[in-house]
């Protein structure tokens, strides 16, 4: 089974709709982020929980809002959907303890399209 | 905020050749390097991560350096096969706040 898991893959939804993408995670770790992608861009970070009690956010966050429920889930809400928001979205895991040095692990993406 | 480039955005090689992709940095102070393969439409798999007290690291045909002083990374393939055909980013980060800045991508063609 992957380690980070992301549902659903793929949305098609219509502006102004509510959207929830969730990431789930069976690394143990206690950092996760949200990340979307657009062409050409890059990834650019939305949020970031580096506890259940530690929500942050990233460079993007507006018109977005997570969850952390769980050490295992983190939780990405658009609150009223728009075109621009078209993007393929990643949830990543990290762990800055011992020797793992806050690499990041990525789950295989969500594709939104915002029509 | 690390700032992370990687030119050139596309390159075509030919089977067997040697493969040397670039990503430069901004921020000196930088905590570790990351390399990532992302083929279309898909996750990003960690390929190598250097850390600041490194110079490289290897994995198989996979080589990756880090140069603090010129903020320089390279990640150098040897032997390049079709099956190297990929987006690969790099990110990196600082020890202020340990998030990761990424270069936009170098897209990679291996002709058979």
């Not at chain 1, 970031?48 to 050490?71: C, H, L, M, P, T």
Request: with cysteine.
């Amino acid at each position: 089974d992957a380690d980070v898991t992301q549902t659903p893959r793929n949305r098609i939804t219509k502006t102004g709709k509510r959207i929830m993408l969730e990431c789930s995670q069976t690394k143990g770790h206690d950092r996760m982020y949200w990340y979307r992608q657009d062409p050409g861009l890059g990834l650019r970070l939305i949020y970031y929980s580096f506890d259940v009690k530690d929500i942050n956010k990233g460079e993007i966050s507006d018109g977005y809002s997570v969850s952390r429920q769980a050490q295992a889930k983190f939780s990405l809400s658009l609150e009223s959907a728009i075109p621009n928001q078209t993007a393929l979205y990643f949830c990543a895991t990290s762990d800055l303890g011992g020797l793992s040095y806050n690499e990041q692990f990525f789950g295989p993406g969500t594709r939104l399209t915002v029509l | 905020k690390q700032e992370v480039t990687q030119i050139p955005a596309a390159l075509s090689v030919p089977e067997g050749e040697n493969l040397v992709l670039n990503c430069s940095f901004t921020d000196s102070a930088i905590y570790n390097l990351q390399w990532f393969r992302q083929d279309p439409g898909k996750g990003l798999t960690s390929l190598l991560l250097i850390q600041s007290s490194q110079r490289e690291q290897t994995s198989g045909r996979l080589n990756a350096s880090l140069d603090k002083s010129s903020g320089r990374s390279t990640l150098y393939i040897a032997a390049s096969q079709p099956g190297d055909s990929a987006t690969y980013l790099c990110a990196g980060s600082t020890s202020n706040d340990y998030k990761l800045s990424f270069g936009a991508g170098t897209t990679v063609t291996v002709r058979a």
